[in-house]
């Protein structure tokens, strides 16, 4: 049984194109996010979900729009997509807000290459 | 701001030897902090953490950290490497602001040798 599924695993698309990748949490968590992590490795949250609810937004360009239609599911759109936006996408889940007293589990990574 | 380093981009180590990933932190108050490990092509994945209490913490596959306030470190480590312990290891801080945002280290490639 997968925790945290994300779909695709692989993206490759064209600049300018729209792009969704969705993202399932089977562990009953409250709280969902999405990371990135560039080609240097580094990683960086993105958003995250409580609730149904926005809890961060870090500076993220508004052509990326998280969806929480419910709490196990969290998807990410992306709008004309750019050279830069190729990285690979993390979602991940945690019971309540990570970092107080639990910790996240996290999905297979998507891959986005954007040519 | 809180902030998080790892200073060595790379650690190599021979199997069966202790093997030590560094990492420093500087925070606003009661630090919460954490150690993943990367696998190639796959996700993070949790080895343990450091909330409050024993300032040493255990967590998985024999993993352990020291947290010592005075030297702002939470230093990974492991009494006799795996070649299979080979991976991208991250430590990471919680934000104070209770967000549940963690800022993460920059990574350290830990290559162990046969």
């Known amino acids: 049984d997968t925790a945290v599924s994300q779909t695709p695993k692989y993206l490759v698309t064209q600049m300018g194109n729209d792009k969704s990748i969705k993202c399932e949490q089977n562990l009953g968590h409250d709280t969902m996010y999405w990371y990135k992590q560039d080609s240097k490795k580094f990683l960086k949250i993105m958003f995250s979900?409580?609730?149904?609810?926005?809890?961060i937004n870090e500076t993220v360009p508004n052509r990326f729009s998280p969806k929480s239609p419910d709490k196990a599911h969290l998807n990410l759109h992306i709008n004309s997509l750019e050279l830069g936006d190729s990285a690979v996408y993390f979602c991940?889940?945690?019971?309540?807000?990570?970092?107080?007293?639990?910790?996240?589990?996290f999905g297979q990574g998507t891959r986005l290459t954007v040519v | 701001a809180q902030s998080v380093a790892q200073p060595e981009d790379q650690v190599n180590v021979a199997e069966g030897n202790p093997l030590t990933v560094k990492c420093t932190y500087s925070?606003?108050?009661?630090?919460?902090l954490f150690w993943y490990v990367q696998y190639p092509n796959r996700g993070l994945q949790f080895l343990l953490k450091y909330i409050t209490g024993d300032n040493l913490v255990k967590g998985s596959y024999g993993f352990e950290a020291e947290f010592n306030k005075s030297q702002t470190s939470f230093h990974l480590k492991k009494p006799s490497a795996l070649v299979s312990d080979s991976a991208l290891y991250f430590c990471a801080v919680s934000d104070s602001g209770n967000t549940g945002k963690l800022i993460f280290g920059q990574g350290t490639t830990l290559q162990v040798k046969p």
């Open positions: 991940a889940s945690s019971q309540g807000l990570q970092g107080s007293n639990t910790e996240a589990f």
């Open positions: 925070v606003s108050g009661n630090p919460y």
């Open positions: 979900y409580n609730n149904k609810e926005l809890i």
